[in-house]
């Protein structure tokens, strides 16, 4: 979740405060349209020109700053090198971009571009956004070697990266593949299965956009899957509930309540809203229209298992 703090939409850079998980940070925004490059021998060249801000640009000293282009015909972005860019002539410097990128990143989220003066432009689907933002430094410092770079390709497009594949690199390389890598499946995993769920939470139905992806069986979990299968759509309420255990999704297809944890917050007198959450459970909850991408079962009593269910171990 991000919220807008600048005082002014016209504002360099965009202030924004970003939440994600149980972490939150500043991030700073300098972002103008992507338009063609004008120049007809380059019919593929798209550019940013940086208006009404002067050198050098004002940088971020407690969170992230990034420098963008955004392409409003396919919702994608493309990322520069802040670093690179930091210092620059008067005027209305411009920063380009092959369009060809920008088409596959719609394909596959991230797309890595190599420009004549060495720097990485990168071409961002929205999903991927916070990937590029938490990431942006060193993909741009990194990106520019060839075996990284090619790494970074396929971790993008979530083939699997094995560890012979990542043994001889450095180890903040290593950490920059996989933690592409990572993204790029749990981004794919959500969309996945928020599609399968229509964007409706499994046990509210609700939808408003406050629908998240989770996992039945854990992620850290020894079998563990990012097949839909795997996947439910529950709100944010309830998905924290089923990750503390306090509800849990039997064979059935209910979402039932733990009765263990249950007492555990009754004992600490913890208890305040359990008789509205108890109103939604024990009736069949939202399934996909897809049986192939309803919750397996095996997933659902791995789960329960893992998580220390009453029955299940």
Known sequence: MGVYVSESVRTHPRHFLVQYLEESFSLWVYIWTLTFGGRQSLPNEYRIQMTSISSPLSINSNGYTILLGYYPDLNIFAGFDCKQHSTFTTGSPSIQININAIHNALQNGLAFMTKDNQEIAIAIRSDQFLNYVLNAQILHQYGSDTTTLNLLTKAAQSEEIKPQDIESLTVER??????????????????????AYENRCAVTRTQLKLVDAAHILPVVAQNSSDHVSNGIALSPTMHRAYDNCLIYLDENYQMKLNDDKANELIAHHLHGGLEQLKHLLDQAIHLPADRNQRPNLQFIREANKYRRISGYY
């Open 174 to 195: 290593k950490k920059l593949v996989t933690n592409v890598s990572r993204y790029a499946r749990t981004a794919n995993f959500r969309q996945q299965v928020l599609n």
